[in-house]
């Protein structure tokens, strides 16, 4: 599963521009499952046919990553930007990046005020971004817009790696990692019930594909595969954020302190007894920060039964998240197995 996890992480997809990832997921399922279609918001739904008589269910997993997109191009060829998702201005300082322009993607990198030209004030703050521009060579803003325009999509440049102990590093493993389970999952799924697979669009700036393509399927159940924080790390308490690498996928109980989800009893009841019936380590979590998915999902139409199976992983919303390949493979397996009671 490492190279089509290092595929997923390098791809390139900010809100709104989920390409690349819904041609990857397209590739890999093509001629497994009954039908591939798009939708008109750009949402990927796959659907495995199953009983008539038994239950359909949801499976949701965002294609976006976080980003930026090119908001201002000055004189010098210098380039202004706008955050698209949520994104810590102390994390953009320095990275490099790609801006996807009209002639494809064009390197840069991102800076602002040398320190040594700082006052001490300033260096004890954390710079803003919109004191950061991105520098991609440019002799002139006429050079610049050879090249870029406003509007395009600006992605982080960072590779993905293995690590030691089954451990790995990338990009928008928020929530690519998710991609990878509804991957696997389609692949080998086997139960009576319908199941609709959806790579979403626009999570990180509202939940948006998942609302719409909920509507459109109105299924009886749902699951939002995504990710959730690892505190496994020095400067975190293990109260504020308990699941470690390692330990297996979190079963989120509730999100955002109940104003995301809380999830239903009978998809609760039904993870926690296949978990312990097939002996697959997993961890409980009462989330006061953050939702996913599955909060637009159940409040669709007249309300669809919903739950989230997140990866725990360090550094969310940065270049450099890391997860376990261990945990996805026991929430795949949680997956199926629960598939197969239905």
């Keep these: 599963m490492f190279d089509l996890m290092r595929r997923l992480s390098e791809a390139n997809g900010i809100s709104g521009f989920e390409d690349e990832i819904r ?10 499952v009954d039908n591939i279609e798009e939708d008109n918001l750009g949402n990927l739904i796959i659907t495995r046919e199953g009983d008539p008589e038994a239950p359909s269910i949801m499976l949701a997993a965002h294609m976006d990553e976080i980003g930026l997109m090119v908001r201002y191009i000055d004189k010098k060829g210098f380039i202004k930007f706008s955050k698209i998702g949520g994104i810590n201005d102390q994390m953009l300082l320095n990275q490099p990046v790609e801006i996807h322009g009209k002639k494809g993607p064009i390197a ?51 590779p993905f790696k293995e690590l030691p102990n089954s451990l790995f590093t990338g990009k928008a493993l928020d929530n690519r990692i998710g991609c990878l389970i509804l991957i696997e999952v389609l692949k080998a799924a086997e139960s009576k019930a319908t199941i609709y697979g959806v790579g979403t669009v626009q999570e990180e700036v ?64 039904w993870l926690l007894s296949t978990a312990k019936e097939e002996d697959i380590p997993i961890q409980l979590e009462v989330s006061e920060g953050g939702t996913t998915d599955a909060t637009a999902i159940h409040l669709t139409r007249a309300g669809i039964p919903a739950g989230v199976v997140s990866v725990p992983t360090r550094y969310i919303h940065t270049p450099v998240s890391v997860a376990s390949m261990d945990d996805i493979k026991n929430c795949v397996k949680l997956i199926l197995k629960a598939l197969e009671r239905l």
């Design 23 to 32: 041609e990857i997921i397209k590739d890999e399922l093509n001629g497994q």
């Design 206 to 269: 509202g939940l948006k594909g998942a609302r719409t393509s909920a509507f459109k399927l109105n299924p009886d159940m749902a699951l939002a595969l995504d990710v959730t924080i690892a505190g496994d790390h020095p400067g975190m308490e293990e109260e504020d954020a308990p699941a470690k690498l390692g330990h297996g996928p979190a079963i989120i109980l509730t999100d955002a302190s109940g104003k995301g989800i809380i999830t239903h009893k009978r998809i609760r009841d």
């Design 108 to 158: 840069g990198v991102i800076g602002s005020k040398p320190p040594h030209r700082m006052k001490p004030k300033e260096r004890k703050k954390i710079t803003s971004y919109e004191k950061m521009f991105i520098d991609i060579g440019a002799a002139s803003k006429e050079d610049a817009e050879k090249l870029i325009r406003i509007g395009d999509p600006i992605t982080f440049k960072v």
